[in-house]
């Protein structure tokens, strides 16, 4: 049994705000640990207190320089192997190289497979991840696999911060998403939308457009719903089209706001009241730039899914009364 033994959270480089305040919620210190880089761009780990059979959490997301942290989290799970831990948790809040989970033309590489391989050889006994790209990346482990949802928060937020959410429409971007749309637009009681991206020719550089195949968004508060924001184009392309279409108000709640090629001055720019993105990435960069920008607090759901795995708990009710009667926290 785990619980016999203390948690020890750990963290590189990727996101050290997210795990502080994890362990402030848990009221566990961080394992202090120095994890910097050599001249030639090798990463050197040093962890400073003993994980000897302890049950040990380390805390990485895959965010901006997705390959150096992903280097350091394996290189972390290997320290921590190596050092005799009893278990090792990889708590992942956006997972690298998620989108390219299929081998979608010719000779591409699945290389989600390869990231959850190089994790199983590190060391890695059970991986924590949140709003995977595709729920069947769970299955590319052999381990266990606790992918966290967004959607209680997303909910909760809607409820309490958008005027007149009981007159709105759940909009999904593409097909992928239809989904993930549809289970929030039942549980909302409202309708749902699904819009369709085409090329206006055949060319690779013709001109791109949407259009709604289902559902009416007109003088309706539309809420776009999606798992990732990175260029911004699909989120351009979708809110003019809801506005074209007589949307009266326009919200996005994409979960990973990696906005990495993306001029925040073109957010606000765009037809719409407010983009709303999780702190799985962090966004201080970003808000400073952009007054429509919303971030919300995950830190309660991952420091609860680390309890209850530490005690031997159940997670799936993380997503039932413990979700409905959290207060969303805006950063």
Known sequence: MYHNNSIRILTGNSHPELAQTVTERLNVPLVPCTVKKFSNGEINVKISESVRDEDVFIIQSGCQDANDNLMELLILISACKTASAKRITAVIPSFPYARMDKKDKSRAP???????????????????????????????????????????????????????????????????????????????????????????????????????????????????????????????????????????????????GLLSEINMNAIERLPIDHLVVTNTIPQDKHKDGCSKLTVIDISPTIAESIRRTHNGESISLLFGEWADSGNVEVL
């Open 110 to 256: 699945i290389t989600a497979k390869l990231v959850a391989n190089m994790l199983v050889v590190a060391g890695c006994d059970h991986v924590i991840t949140m709003d995977l790209h595709a729920s069947q990346i769970q299955g590319f482990f052999d381990i266990p696999v606790d992918n966290l949802f967004s959607e209680p928060l997303m909910l909760s937020y809607i409820k309490r911060s958008i005027e007149g959410w009981k007159n709105s429409i759940i909009v999904s971007p593409d097909a992928g998403g239809a989904k993930r749309a549809t289970a929030i637009a039942d549980k909302l009681g409202v309708e749902f939308a699904l819009i369709h991206r085409k090329r206006d020719g055949k060319a690779v550089d013709a001109p791109e457009r949407m259009e709604i195949l289902v559902g009416d968004v007109k003088d309706k508060v539309a809420i776009l719903v999606d798992d990732m924001i990175d260029t911004g184009a699909t989120l351009s392309l979708a809110t003019k089209t809801l506005h074209e279409k007589g949307a009266k108000a326009i919200y996005a709640l994409i979960t990973h």
